[in-house]
């Protein structure tokens, strides 16, 4: 039987050596050359497995890249490429990776919530986001936001697997520290990757949620889990996060005029967050297709940013990128594959 290598930290796969018929040097050799170079010697090449996700689909605009890959099955996984420049001037490129192909969870606001959960991707189809990313496009990827197609804490343990690899010193080599899971917030999720990030090596993972509003009312119109678990529960699940020299955790404001940018909504996000470590990523809704709402303006992006500013919220604004690939946040999910699914009802 073959290995899934790309699933497997280079420990894990020293531990197949013997079923490989190799010794641990020369698998720990493999495992790296693969990683590093992008290659494997013939002599393995039948005895390991890397998922056939062929690139399928490319559209870059500007800088981005968004970058379609066709899994075994015949779905399609997405994955986007943003570089961006640094408060020093040094170009940082994100991979904005999927954890599943399309989500279950339904949020207004996203492309992808039209398709439905169609499909978990294994650990090795979530690092084989990366491997295109490094190895056939060339590119050198120094951030991971799992931010992409699905909801990671509903695909988990193939997630946290998958950041154990992405993080391996011989491999992708890309810190913690530089790596965001983001949520939609249910509490169990939020405590499974706190527990993780209590592991070493992971203490410095970032945690990023996906807030939205100001109040239960305004959240539940737009995220459907705010129904399940209001935003009291929400509390508690992050000020369980660990905190100590931690990265604050990322608050994720997807603007949206007309919905969550009245006037006192800044100052009830802030209130709702006072205590907990946090900054506030403010993301200018990108319109899906078929979109009830439109784009807010810049005034209303810098009233909004204005007001969490006054009331304490450290707060940024999301550069808008790859908007016209559909490829910016809240963007991704396949026309194609939308198409077959009825959209859902807004
Ligand atoms: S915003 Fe994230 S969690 Fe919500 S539907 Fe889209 S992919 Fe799923």
Excluded at 84 to 94: A, K, M
Aim: glycine share 8%.
């Amino acid at each position: 039987m073959s290995v899934g290598i790309l699933g497997l930290t280079e420990k894990q796969f020293l531990a197949e050596a013997d079923n490989l018929s190799m010794t641990p040097a020369a698998a720990g050799r493999h495992w790296r050359q693969l990683f590093r170079q992008g290659t494997l010697p013939p002599e393995i090449q039948g005895k390991v497995k890397i998922p056939s996700m062929p690139i399928v689909r490319r559209e870059p605009d500007g800088d981005t890249l968004k970058f379609a890959q066709q899994l075994e099955g015949g779905l399609e996984t997405e994955s986007v490429i943003l570089p961006q420049r640094g408060r020093t001037g040094r170009i940082r490129t994100s991979l904005c990776v999927s954890s599943q192909v399309g989500c279950a969870m339904g949020c207004r606001f996203c492309e992808t919530a039209t398709l439905g959960r169609r499909q978990q991707l294994t650990t090795d189809e979530i690092v084989g986001q990366w491997f295109a990313a490094r190895h056939s496009e060339g590119r050198s990827i120094t951030n991971i936001v799992f931010m992409g197609m699905g909801e990671p804490t509903d695909n988990i343990e193939s997630v946290l697997q998958a950041i154990r690899v992405l993080t391996e010193h011989g491999g992708p080599a890309i810190p913690a520290s530089r790596i965001s899971v983001s949520t939609v917030g249910r509490s169990q999720g939020i405590e499974r990757l706190a527990e993780f990030a209590n592991e070493p090596g992971f203490r410095q993972l970032r945690l990023a949620v996906s807030l939205n509003a100001p109040d239960d009312a305004v959240r539940q119109t737009l995220m459907p889990v705010n129904r399940a678990e209001p935003m009291a529960d929400l509390h508690a699940a992050m000020s369980a996060w660990p905190a100590g020299n931690r990265l604050p955790i990322l608050v994720e404001y997807v603007l949206i005029p007309g919905v969550n940018n009245a006037p006192g909504h800044a100052t009830a996000v802030a209130k709702f967050l006072q205590g907990l470590s946090v900054n506030l990523n403010v993301i200018p809704y990108n319109p899906i297709r078929d979109s009830p709402w439109l784009a807010p303006t810049e005034s209303e992006v810098v009233a909004f940013c204005a007001e969490a500013r006054e009331a304490g919220l450290r707060t940024k604004r999301r550069r808008t990128m790859g908007r016209d690939a559909m490829a910016a946040c809240g963007q991704l999910g396949n026309p194609a594959l939308k198409r077959e699914r009825p959209t859902r009802s807004k």
